[in-house]
């Protein structure tokens, strides 16, 4: 199994909602678990300045992953513009690959590649780029030690896998994935208002319940497998 694990988030609760109950399995395991933040959500939350939410989401990630036991410095927040995330641009796959690079993991969770969202999908081809580059000896200005990660997955946010390859038991840890979620206040039906999607509450837990009751109960986070190197 990994020690490093490095979970790419193109919003602030991505992370959560896709792979929360894995990244609490992991820290229970005793693995060192880093979040990459794309972009800070900063046009998540409908009448209010970029310029404030921005900060407000990067403050309840810095909360949730508290609540799920990653230390503020396991966070990076590399401030891609919300809407733009762009895999055709190089100064964004360098600052992915420099990334991973620099922390090295081992096992690496990315949005899977057939989300509905456009700015997830858009991460996907990103996060999958700079990891094709970080194992490459090519561009040494974005870290002097190439690292090929072994090991991705594809997590699942509200657009289900068509066949899921891996499935994590979350049964257990159920409990802290939806009190890390319930620190994004700012993504919560009384935050967003009537006629808003809201991230946060019972509804999140919907979709783990659903791979539950489609394997062998309870509830299961559901991956497609990218990388399966030897550590999954
Ligand atoms: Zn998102």
Known sequence: MPDVVMVAAPHPDDEVLGCGGSIACHVDAGRQVFVLYLSSGERGCPGRPPADV??????????????????AANLRFLRLP????????LDQVGAVTSALRELRPELLYLPHPDDA????????????????????????????????????LGYEV???IREPAYFED???????????LACYQSQSPA????????HVGVPAAFLSGFRGAITTGGH????TVLRAGRVI
């Open 170 to 180: 979350i049964d257990g840890v159920l409990d802290r994935k939806l009190a890390a």
């Open 82 to 89: 919300d809407g733009g995330i762009n895999p055709a641009l």
């Open 158 to 160: 509200w657009s289900t």
């Open 220 to 223: 299961r986070e559901a991956f």
């Open 191 to 198: 935050a967003k208002g009537d006629g808003q999607a809201s």
């Open 117 to 152: 969202s456009f700015d997830h999908r858009a991460a996907f081809m990103l996060c999958w780029r700079a990891a094709a580059m970080a194992g490459s000896r090519n561009f040494p200005e974005w870290g002097p030690r190439p690292h090929w990660v072994p090991a991705v």
């Open 54 to 71: 921005g900060p407000l989401r990067e403050q309840e990630a810095a909360q949730a992953m508290e609540t799920l036991g990653i230390p």
